[in-house]
């Protein structure tokens, strides 16, 4: 098959991306190249899988070198391959790279078809400043990290600060600074709603749940390395495909809860529940969880 390639820019590495019968397709070698991953190894291991070799398609592409061939996966299992790979047994010098690629090249894959443009997602140092800008606002106005953090989702239309493009984060702590200094805006949001859908204990039995649900995927994690280890690839895919709906019904999930948790009344609850939003090590820190931002 030929097809008319298409190239983005992902941290200044190129990735290779066409569309065909409605399906969105990346090259595979040029990602294994751009992460310093052995391709024969990767292309092996990606015809031995029993849903990946499923989803491959050879075409045929212009390269200065003459017509070559490519292997390339539906960027729907890009992730899955991904996360196949065990950060701990590659090179110490790539490990970095994977992990990025693993929390990012979907993504950025997925916004380039669908938005016109590969859109890089901003990395937790670069919130820094604007994190700072919070914790400045909560103490000199005397809110909790929810009501601050809503001024920006509000502002922006966003529900969490880790989905502002680097463009914006210079002016969300713009705003944010104005806040602190003029306190415009600092308003009893109370008025504008009508409190939650859920009474108050009903919600935050679903949010400590929500919690558990989302540490769960390091549990299907470990399921889907013992199904490999095992060749058993039926339940790996189902270990795999049931691993992902939980994260993803915990991400949908608790996107919700964040959108409605200023309106909560009860303080002690309210903070437990932030903690289980902030404090959770797997939301703070994303490890190398091989579903973490799956079809995102």
Same mark, same amino acid.
């Given at each position: 098959?030929?097809?008319?390639?298409?190239?983005?820019?992902?941290?200044?590495?190129?990735l290779?991306?066409?569309?065909?019968?409605?399906?969105?397709?990346?090259?595979?070698?040029?990602?294994?190249?751009?992460?310093?991953?052995n391709?024969?190894?990767?292309?092996?291991?990606?015809?031995?899988?029993?849903?990946?070799?499923?989803?491959?398609?050879?075409?045929?592409?212009?390269?200065?070198?003459?017509?070559q061939?490519?292997?390339?996966?539906?960027?729907?299992?890009?992730?899955?391959?991904?996360?196949?790979?065990?950060?701990?047994?590659?090179?110490?010098?790539?490990?970095d790279?994977?992990?990025?690629?693993?929390?990012?090249c979907?993504?950025?894959?997925?916004?380039?078809?669908?938005?016109?443009?590969?859109?890089?997602?901003?990395?937790?140092?670069?919130?820094?400043?604007?994190?700072?800008a919070?914790?400045?606002?909560?103490?000199?106005?005397?809110?909790?990290?929810?009501?601050?953090?809503?001024?920006?989702?509000?502002?922006f239309?966003?529900q969490?600060?880790?989905?502002?493009?680097?463009?914006?984060?210079?002016?969300?702590? /713009?705003?944010?600074?104005? *806040?602190?200094?003029?306190?415009? $805006?600092?308003?009893d &949001?109370s008025? !504008?709603?009508?409190?939650? #859908?859920?009474?108050?204990?009903?919600?935050?039995?679903?949010?400590?749940?929500?919690?558990?649900?989302?540490?769960?995927?390091?549990?299907?994690?470990k399921?889907?390395?013992?199904?490999?280890?095992?060749?058993?690839?039926?339940?790996?895919?189902?270990?795999?495909?049931?691993g992902?709906?939980?994260?993803?019904?915990?991400?949908?999930?608790?996107?919700?809860?964040?959108?409605?948790?200023?309106?909560?009344?009860?303080?002690?609850?309210?903070? /437990?529940?932030?903690?289980? *939003?902030?404090?959770?090590?797997? $939301?703070?820190?994303? &490890?190398?969880? !091989?579903?973490?931002?799956? #079809?995102?």
């Amino acid at each position: 098959m030929t097809a008319q390639i298409q190239t983005i820019n992902f941290h200044n590495q190129p990735l290779s991306t066409f569309e065909h019968n409605s399906i969105y397709y990346v090259a595979m070698k040029p990602i294994c190249e751009n992460i310093g991953l052995n391709w024969d190894g990767q292309r092996q291991r990606i015809q031995r899988d029993e849903v990946l070799s499923q989803g491959t398609v050879i075409i045929t592409a212009p390269t200065n070198s003459g017509d070559q061939q490519m292997l390339c996966l539906p960027i729907d299992y890009l992730n899955g391959w991904l996360f196949g790979i065990d950060v701990k047994r590659v090179k110490p010098e790539i490990r970095d790279l994977l992990i990025t690629y693993k929390k990012e090249c979907y993504k950025a894959l997925s916004d380039y078809w669908m938005k016109g443009k590969a859109e890089r997602k901003t990395t937790t140092d670069e919130r820094t400043g604007l994190r700072q800008a919070v914790s400045q606002l909560v103490s000199k106005k005397g809110l909790i990290y929810s009501d601050a953090y809503s001024f920006i989702h509000q502002r922006f239309n966003v529900q969490h600060i880790d989905e502002l493009t680097a463009e914006q984060i210079p002016m969300a702590v /713009e705003y944010i600074h104005k *806040i602190v200094l003029e306190g415009e $805006l600092i308003t009893d &949001t109370s008025s !504008k709603t009508h409190g939650i #859908l859920l009474d108050e204990e009903a919600f935050y039995v679903v949010a400590k749940a929500i919690a558990k649900l989302n540490e769960s995927t390091f549990e299907w994690e470990k399921m889907m390395d013992l199904f490999s280890e095992l060749e058993s690839h039926r339940n790996y895919k189902t270990a795999f495909n049931l691993g992902v709906a939980s994260y993803n019904l915990a991400q949908s999930s608790e996107k919700i809860i964040m959108k409605n948790l200023v309106q909560m009344r009860n303080k002690v609850w309210k903070k /437990e529940i932030e903690d289980f *939003i902030f404090s959770n090590p797997h $939301l703070q820190n994303h &490890t190398e969880n !091989k579903l973490v931002h799956y #079809l995102r």
